[in-house]
């Protein structure tokens, strides 16, 4: 394990694998560096990129330094950008992908080439007043330190079937997903308002944006709504894939994209 220091002075735990051009791995709603889907992914990345997978503040071995707030997750990947040498490729996944976004907006001079994965923004304003029910319920078990309910009641309410959340207590890894409902806020904060094209207009850094041929129809509303206002920005559906693609389908797309 490696770390560095945000601007704030938050630790950022992080690992780094393969050879190639630097890519940052900026991970969605409950992920750590060390989650097994997650190291998968990075594993798999590295055949065609030096990958540096991090845990996000408030994750795995990352510290955290409140208040939350988008600006402080924007400096943590411009760390991680300077930690890869002052430029990099993106891939975001998720709620990743809303970062992603934003620092490809914010710091374009560090960021190579950016590929982001199911932004999951709210795709219309109904969405947004369902999504603002869930969040409340969510933030209240979270304050009361019902975690593992917190943590259900958000992927149950996203849509994971029931049957899959009641059996990730007997996955590895469900005691530290439990530890990181709290973050859920950051993630929730992250995705409650529609795609923002008017900012995302201003975005000069090449762009891709995939999603999922079986994932949700809001994430095709919002990625089509991204890809119609990010210039010059190429749309890709991954065929036979939904919200947790396979690293292996996604690998040759994002790098004929980034590497070519």
Request: glycine share 6%; proline share 5%; aromatic share 8%.
């Amino acid at each position: 394990m490696k770390s560095i220091r945000s601007k704030d002075g938050t630790t950022l735990a992080y690992d780094v694998y393969g050879n190639g051009p630097a890519l940052i791995y900026i991970t969605g709603a409950i992920c750590f560096r060390n989650f097994k889907p997650v190291l998968d992914d990075a594993k798999i990345f590295a055949r065609e990129f030096t990958m540096y997978n991090y845990d996000r503040r408030g994750r795995g071995d990352s510290s955290d330094t409140l208040p939350y707030s988008i600006d402080r997750e924007i400096e943590d990947i411009e760390a991680m950008i300077d930690a890869a040498g002052g430029s990099a490729f993106l891939y975001g996944h998720s709620s990743g992908a809303v970062l992603a976004l934003e620092a490809a907006r914010r710091i374009p001079s560090k960021i190579s080439k950016v590929s982001i994965y199911d932004a999951s923004y709210v795709h219309d304003e109904r969405e947004k007043s369902e999504y603002a029910v869930l969040c409340t319920k969510v933030s209240e078990l979270v304050r009361q330190n019902k975690n593992a309910q917190a943590l259900r009641t958000f992927l149950i309410g996203i849509g994971m079937p029931k049957f899959f959340v009641y059996l990730l207590p007997l996955m590895p890894g469900w005691k530290i997903m439990k530890a990181l409902a709290p973050t859920l806020e950051y993630d929730m904060l992250l995705t409650r308002e529609l795609p923002p094209t008017v900012q995302a207009s201003e975005i000069k850094v090449p762009m891709q944006i995939i999603y999922g041929e079986k994932s949700p129809a809001g994430i095709h509303s919002v990625a089509h709504q991204l890809a119609q206002a990010i210039p010059g920005a190429q749309l890709k559906q991954l065929d036979g894939q939904d919200h947790m693609a396979s690293a292996k389908a996604l690998l040759p797309v994002i790098a004929e994209f980034l590497k070519g």
